[in-house]
DNA sequence: GGTGAAATCTACCTAGG
DNA sequence: CCTAGGTAGATTTCACC
């Protein structure tokens, strides 16, 4: 899809803030209320945006262990894949799960109301499924950088 | 803050489509439009909704290959951490950045165009600084499970 | 790039527990 | 007294010019 520079722009200010009026982009962007419109309208249509999302803070709504953990599979037949699949998909605390290459096979995002229940998702949920060796967390002490917009 | 069992579902269905109507809201809730506006004011300036994003594609917009590096200091002295905070948050590649427990770190979530930007971010930006000791970076084959609403 | 109709938000008001 | 529902003015979007 054609994107231009102006495009860019405009992804990076919805990223930050969607919730601007058409006339509050086309200040930014040097353009007119409707030609912004137009151009948000064309991004969503094209499927550049895929949607739209409330941010909520995690620590305010009580969530207030995250961790990130490594899994190691036993065997890497196919239908073990499908069932962790199904298993990642069927845990909420798992909000995004990624096919690594290197070292681990699995890595899961987790976010938890405490550490017992962190433990509890390790030890009742995680390690029971036939096909995984060994799961390695690793806690976030901190948010250096707060998940960010894209690079564009 | 309090926070009841209706609040919670209204986070979760402002995480997946931040655009619905109050009077769609309202619906699945079971309450009225003004009702549910008015609980959606609340939660914005309590602060659990932080603010709304644009869902943008990655691979739409031309981001490619998708890394987590695992950073190793070489000292851990106040001022090491804090010029690489400067470095973090003067690079847009990385989009969220943790401080870890355990074996790294810091774990970094990278987003390049290709393999090769990836490899001149650590090789050009990563390593030259002083107190990087080492850095292991993973890349995502694929998404299993894309980045999605917290468990609430 | 501009304009007007339609839809939506939000503040205020009223009713009920 | 606090929470829910309805109504009207103001804003914003979107299709058409």
């Given at each position: ?5 102006t ?7 919805l990223?930050?803030?969607a919730?601007?009026?058409?006339e509050?982009?086309g200040?930014h ?10 151009r948000?309208?064309r991004l969503e249509a094209a499927?550049l945006i895929?949607?739209y999302?409330?941010?909520?803070d995690?620590?305010a709504?009580?969530?207030?262990v995250q ?7 036993a ?10 699949a199904a298993?990642v ?7 995004s799960a990624?096919v ?5 096979d699995y890595?899961?995002r987790?976010?938890?109301t405490?550490?017992?229940a962190l433990?509890r ?8 499924h036939?096909?995984?060796?060994r ?5 976030v ?7 960010g917009p894209l690079?564009l």
């Amino acid at each position: 899809m054609a994107m231009d520079k102006t495009d860019s722009a405009l992804l990076r200010l919805l990223q930050q803030d969607a919730n601007q009026t058409a006339e509050s982009l086309g200040q930014h962007l040097r353009l007119s209320p409707s030609q912004a419109g137009r151009r948000r309208q064309r991004l969503e249509a094209a499927g550049l945006i895929s949607g739209y999302a409330a941010r909520v803070d995690a620590e305010a709504v009580g969530l207030g262990v995250q961790a990130m953990i490594q899994v190691h599979m036993a065997a890497h037949a196919p239908d073990a894949a499908q069932s962790f699949a199904a298993l990642v998909a069927a845990t909420p605390e798992i909000t995004s799960a990624w096919v690594m290459t290197g070292d681990a096979d699995y890595l899961l995002r987790i976010f938890c109301t405490d550490l017992a229940a962190l433990n509890r998702l390790v030890q009742e949920v995680l390690l029971p499924h036939s096909s995984v060796a060994r799961v390695q967390s690793q806690i976030v002490m901190a948010q250096l950088k707060p998940d960010g917009p894209l690079p564009l």
